[in-house]
């Protein structure tokens, strides 16, 4: 996947989680994302965790933190 395509699945709205970047569709920061990962947590076992979420999205957390 594109790193386009990645970044497209984050989104940032003001009247959503309080215009922090998010996964789209979902009320996941990239912040809580990341910090999960840096605390432990598997890809795998956040995608478990939280239904519907692909490992793209976490991918997707990733760049976004990269590239701001």
């Known amino acids: 996947m594109k790193d386009e395509e990645l ?9 959503v989680m309080v ?18 990962l840096a605390h432990g947590a598997t890809a795998a076992e956040i995608t478990q965790e939280y239904d519907g979420l ?5 991918q997707a957390c990733f760049l976004f933190g990269k590239e701001a």
């Open 54 to 58: 692909m490992e793209e999205d976490i």
């Open 7 to 15: 970044l497209a699945r984050i989104t940032i709205d003001l009247k």
């Open 19 to 36: 215009g922090k970047p998010v996964i789209k569709g979902t009320r996941l920061t990239v912040d809580h994302i990341l910090n999960l």
